[in-house]
């Protein structure tokens, strides 16, 4: 039985490189949301017990042309250090307004099970010849109907598209 929902992606970068691109503001814009998607702004206080909010706005003239919203806050770093496998980012995630403020899933045209809060683990895996892993962990919520949710949410193929993005960012 599933338990969770995994994403990951090979990269021939070193994980410092891959880890820049994931923490640099500047270097997130270019690459957060799905192929036509833009990012306007990204706050970052990266730091344990700060947060992030993250713009999305979606191609001009489809459903999604308006600015939306992430936010969430860090649980965990581990960065990448010499001698260490792998360096990870743990944090909440959830739909928010500009400020960074909780909203429900469905007023974001999300499934009205969609959970209001996920948990992620993001993994940079050192696979050594300068290729990286990087893997994007959600927990199974207690509720299957949440987790169906998400499955159906579309959030795997947007996260492939945005990591494309990313892969092109670190050439």
Do not use: C
Not at 110 to 121: A, G, L, R, Y
């Amino acid at each position: 039985m599933e338990d969770k929902i995994i994403i990951t992606r090979i990269f021939d970068a070193p994980r410092e490189k891959i880890w820049e691109a994931w923490t640099t503001p500047e270097l997130i814009k270019k690459w957060w949301g799905p192929e036509g998607f833009s990012a306007p702004s990204i706050k970052i206080d990266f730091r344990v017990g700060g947060k992030y909010i993250y713009a999305m706005r979606g191609p001009k003239g489809s459903e999604w042309d308006r600015v939306m919203y992430s936010s969430g806050i860090f649980k965990e770093i581990v960065p990448p250090s010499a001698g260490s496998g792998q360096a990870k980012i743990v944090a909440t995630d959830y739909f928010s307004d500009k400020d960074g403020n909780k909203i429900k899933p469905s007023d974001e045209g999300q499934d009205k099970n969609f959970p209001t809060e996920i948990h992620s683990t993001i993994l940079f895996e050192d696979l050594g010849n300068g290729k990286t892993m990087l893997s994007i962990i959600y927990p199974k919520p207690e509720n299957e109907a949440q987790f169906e949710a998400m499955k159906r949410s579309g959030m795997e193929e947007g996260w492939m598209s945005s990591l494309d993005k990313l892969a092109d960012v670190i050439k």
